[in-house]
């Protein structure tokens, strides 16, 4: 009787060991083929291993050194102090070393600061570039009617001209005179150091004098590169917009989370007074400039440094109870009409060196522009920068400067992978505070996991 109903059960036992089976071979296929940015995250989200036993990364500085740091470690990384390490997986170093990209494994390792950043970040590198991009949207016909929303450089960027290029320099001696200030700064250098106004015919005069005895000296004309005359001569913007009567520029952030393809972002940071009331006719630039390094040279520094930073969101709060009714701004100028003005010279920029710009999968840099509003609410770009400062010495740097380092580098972990997979950049699930401004997937062609 057993052996009768066993042989009558058999059938369904089979198949129920089939399906059994199969559902095995399911589950094993689904674990092969998880997608492989899942698999990524997923491995983010995991608890981290033992110290030591995680990926390498090297910070080579002290700026943002501790953000920087504990971001990594936790995700269980482990930091090397050995600077030729070649099996890292991140390296963030302040100053660029031809090593880094001579040793560089694309697609394999993450890289801070793109090697020739300085088409964006020197004076004279920005200038030229801009200078060239409006030579061939002219010649391209796209500053026409027809395309209005091409920015002129003239509308953003203050008159400029290089000391270096004869020609420039005759052009600004001929168009000097007394009644403007002229703002002399080296090509590459930060901080504020080596800069000095200029304001009447003698200081020209000298500077002429000075910089002809550059030119006729023999040893300068057999330098590569022309040191000494590296500057550029800005018109100073003598009307700038107050804050209870002080100057004040704001530093925002261009992120190129991606350089294959080009992943670039807008990040807001914060504004910067300086502790003296404005007064264009002084000598003391720490009234001119408004970076802290210039600030603490004052005794007061340290009593009164949070009060030379402010939130965009304090900026905003200002300009809309001060400003708005009597110049009939709409209604949080800052965080519309001047954060889209911001992001349009932005991707300007990007796209006049885009072309020259050394891109593989890998790099990924972070750039701080300071822009200045003048009274008439007109804005203009000054600078951009590279490593830009990312120390927390004061309340509002506290609260903007980690968040804009750890997104940038969860921005460049996240792009980095799915580039490497070949798949869809958007949504990026890292993408809070900044703000898409330039998507490179089309420059590449169709990928993996496009509509295309």
């Not at 090297?58 to 943002?64: A, D, F």
């Not at 000391?163 to 002399?184: G, H, N, P, Y």
């Not at 001047?338 to 349009?344: D, G, N």
Request: proline share 5%.
């Amino acid at each position: 009787m057993r052996s009768s109903v066993k042989e009558e059960l058999q059938p369904q036992l089979n198949q129920l060991n089939q399906d059994a089976d199969l559902l095995k071979e399911a589950a094993a296929s689904f674990s092969t083929t998880l997608d492989p940015l899942e698999e990524f995250l997923l491995e983010e989200d995991k608890l981290p291993p033992s110290p030591g036993q995680g990926p390498l990364f090297y910070i080579g500085g002290t700026n943002g050194a501790s953000i920087i740091s504990n971001y990594c470690e936790s995700k269980g990384w482990q930091r090397t102090q050995d600077s030729h390490c070649k099996d890292y997986r991140l390296k963030w170093c302040e100053i660029k070393c031809k090593e880094n990209y001579y040793s560089f494994q694309e697609g394999q390792q993450l890289l801070f600061q793109l090697p020739n950043n300085k088409l964006l970040t020197t004076k004279i590198g920005l200038l030229s570039a801009l200078r060239e991009y409006a030579r061939i949207l002219s010649k391209s016909k796209m500053l026409s009617s027809a395309h209005p929303k091409v920015l002129k450089m003239e509308d953003f960027f203050p008159e400029t001209y290089r000391l270096d290029i004869k020609d420039d320099r005759q052009a600004f001696f001929s168009v000097f005179d007394e009644t403007q200030i002229w703002i002399c700064k080296p090509t590459a250098s930060n901080q504020g150091k080596g800069i000095f106004l200029i304001r009447s015919q003698e200081e020209v005069t000298t500077l002429k004098a000075k910089t002809q005895n550059i030119e006729d000296d023999p040893i300068f004309c057999k330098m590569s590169f022309r040191a000494p005359q590296a500057r550029v001569v800005q018109r100073y913007i003598q009307n700038p917009l107050l804050l209870d009567g002080k100057k004040f520029d704001v530093r925002s952030y261009l992120l190129i989370a991606c350089a294959m393809p080009y992943m670039v972002f807008f990040g807001h940071g914060y504004a910067r007074l300086t502790l003296s009331l404005y007064d264009p006719h002084s000598n003391d630039l720490s009234g001119h400039l408004t970076n802290q390094f210039m600030q603490k040279k004052s005794p007061l520094y340290v009593l009164l440094k949070d009060s030379t930073v402010w939130s965009m969101e304090r900026l905003n709060r200002y300009i809309n109870n001060k400003f708005r009714k009597t110049r009939g701004l709409p209604r949080d100028w800052v965080f519309t009409t001047f954060t889209k003005r911001m992001q349009q010279i932005m991707a300007h920029c990007f796209l006049a060196v885009k072309s020259k710009l050394e891109g593989k999968l890998g790099y990924f840099d972070l750039i701080g522009c300071d822009f200045l509003i003048d009274e008439d609410f007109k804005v203009w770009l000054l600078e951009m920068n590279s490593n830009p400062a990312l120390h927390t010495n004061c309340g509002v740097l506290k609260e903007v400067i980690p968040g804009v380092v750890m997104e940038t580098l969860d921005l460049a972990l996240e792009t980095f992978q799915k580039s490497l997979c070949r798949q869809k950049m958007l949504p990026l699930l890292s993408q809070h505070r900044f703000v898409l401004l330039y998507n490179g997937e089309m420059d590449l062609g169709p990928r993996v996991g496009s509509s295309l």
